[in-house]
């Protein structure tokens, strides 16, 4: 008789563990885990003896899916093998294992026989060159971090994406929403409305879509919203902002995130990004006007309210100043712009006087 993956202990709950009892009575015990071996376990629920094993079986290391049906040095090997390490599974974000995830899977199912070895630099560089910029960024990064787990495994002897560089990208990336733009989604979806309040989010924390639709009151404290972003894992604590409290005020229920979908459930990302731009279609915005063009919005706008590269930085999250200063720097110029025409203008009245 197969019995819960739950064991109880004297009221205590023990977790993994399924038991069945056979024909003669005798109980039996097994760690079962998804992904992880599978662990007979000794001795009674509670006993020393169990406990030990059950701890040790706590502490093994997941069984890395795929790996023993890969020959062993292909690249289906090799990239199996990556999903399961530290790596991958500990040292990126959720989000960048998510795509390097599809992009090392679509490369396995192309190149899966080859050997990661003997992969020259050459077949790189000639897959990087047919991709759009943006991509050959992504690319990149995936495969390095790949082929640099290889050679610390010893599956190969070197990083053959060590020196290539990327094409520099002639798009600057999304559209930054003018204040116009705002204005007309606003004079569509006016405070008291759900749209309203998600340009609100967007446009006055400056955080990213998967950040602003974990947001709710309990982010809240003193005036002050704090979140952890989900794609660096910067802690962020912005001041709540006039408009955005207003939006909240007016619109927010009592739901664990301030937006949420028909039936009162956050919003998964891309349905969020689907639902967003219905209601930019609906103010009759461009289809340039996109989700995270907002948080470019907001950089623009505390540039423009003479704020510091670091001061941005601080607000909107960002884990080096070159973007901050980007902002900044256009402002500046456009600053200096308007005050050279100013004093030519004067300089040209003074004359004709």
């Known amino acids: 008789m197969t019995l819960s993956p739950h064991t109880r202990n004297r009221g205590i709950r023990i977790r993994f563990v399924q038991a069945w009892v056979d024909q003669d009575g ?31 079986a706590l502490g093994t290391p997941p069984t890395v899916v795929g790996v023993d049906r890969n020959r062993p040095g292909s690249v ?29 899977e679509k490369f396995r199912r192309d190149y899966g026989d080859m050997q990661i070895a003997s992969m020259p630099r050459k077949f790189i560089d000639t897959l990087l060159s047919t991709l759009r910029p943006g991509a050959q960024k992504n690319w990149l990064k995936a ?32 559209h930054t929403w003018t204040d116009d733009e705002i204005a ?14 998600a340009l609100a989010l ?32 910067t802690t962020v604590a912005v001041p709540v902002h006039p408009e955005l409290r207003a939006a909240i005020d ?25 639902w967003f731009r219905k209601h930019c279609d609906d103010a009759g915005l461009p289809k340039r006007c996109v989700v995270h063009g907002l948080r470019k919005a ?16 601080a607000i909107l ?19 200096l712009a308007r005050s050279g025409m100013a004093r030519m203008a004067t300089a040209r009245s003074q004359v004709e006087r």
């Open 76 to 104: 289906s090997h090799a990239v199996a093998s990556y999903f399961g390490s530290t790596d991958f599974c500990n040292h990126l974000t959720a989000s960048t294992q998510a795509i390097r995830r599809v992009l090392l």
């Open 298 to 313: 907001a950089a623009r706008r505390l540039a423009e309210a003479g704020c510091t590269a670091h001061e941005i930085m």
């Open 250 to 274: 007016v619109n927010a229920g009592a739901n664990l995130t301030f937006i949420v979908t028909e039936r009162g459930r956050p919003f998964p990302g891309h349905s969020f990004t689907a």
């Open 143 to 174: 495969l390095r971090g790949l082929l640099q787990y290889c050679v610390v495994e010893g599956l190969c002897k070197e990083d053959v994406t060590a020196t290539i560089k990327h094409a520099s990208s002639e798009s600057r990336g999304f």
């Open 317 to 335: 999250g960002h884990t080096s100043l070159r973007e901050a200063e980007r902002y900044t720097k256009a402002f500046d110029r456009a600053k």
């Open 202 to 233: 967007l446009l006055y924390t400056g955080q990213r879509r998967g950040d602003v639709i974990r947001m709710g009151r309990q982010h809240i404290r003193d005036g002050v919203l704090t979140i952890t972003q989900q794609k660096t894992g």
């Open 26 to 56: 005798r109980a039996h015990h097994y760690f079962r885990r998804a992904g992880y071996p599978r662990v007979a376990l000794p001795g009674l629920p509670g006993s020393a003896e169990f406990m030990a094993a059950y701890q040790a």
């Open 184 to 197: 007309q989604f606003e004079a569509r979806h006016p405070i008291g409305t759900k749209p309203r309040l």
